[in-house]
């Protein structure tokens, strides 16, 4: 999705690329904003239960957190952390029912229609053209995230979809061992400054930030604005246009 971003070029040349790898959630399409809205209604479903000027939210988000490590990212994990809130901030008294409405909540999230961002099928059928190797690059729940792959009608514009359990310099560095690519010519485009720029950037790779509207605030972190590998682009298109613009293709 286009932002008010500003755009930043690569200070350093880009050489040949051999992998271009894609975040899908944020950057090809909302992710984030489906998890604010329901967390607005976990406030609301909470709020009998709490003081008056309490957020259900706040907690959930410390929960969500210390979760991480055993249900890893996503929905489901998501969803038992809402359940183990409601059952924290109400002292166990919360009902069937309402744990029912946190379930539906789930499965309406895991089921919903998933629509690309404007402008992301025109960008990706551009990198297909310029024969550029190119994997989405996600992390998360397997299921969960190659339902979301198929549900958004992108796969046939990727030679792969990887789904890291976390996007750290060890999952991408046995990613490029995979796809036999060098990290020097892997170039990373995703609106995730944690897990999309700055893994990328320490193992020597190359990384593009599209800023998303939306952003978690697990995922926020400086962006490394004087790394030579590292460039800002308002738009999907134009992180593509980056990087196949030196590749004299
Ligand atoms: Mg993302």
Known sequence: MATDAPFQPFAEALGPVELVGLDADDTLWETEGNFQNIQARFDELMAPYLASNAVAAAHLDDVERRNLEVFGYGVKGFTLSMIETAIMLSDGAVG???IARIL????EMLTNALKPYPGVVDALELLAVSGLQRSIITKGDLFEQETKVAASGLAEWFDGVEILPEKDVTHYRSLL????ADGERFV?????????????????GWAIWVPSANQWAHEVAEPPWDHPRFAVTPSLANAVALCISQQGI
């Open 188 to 204: 990373m485009v995703g609106n995730s400054v944690r897990s999309d720029i700055l893994p990328v950037l320490e193992l020597g």
């Open 177 to 180: 061992r995979r796809w036999g």
């Open 96 to 98: 069937g029912d309402e």
């Open 104 to 107: 539906g909540w789930s499965r």
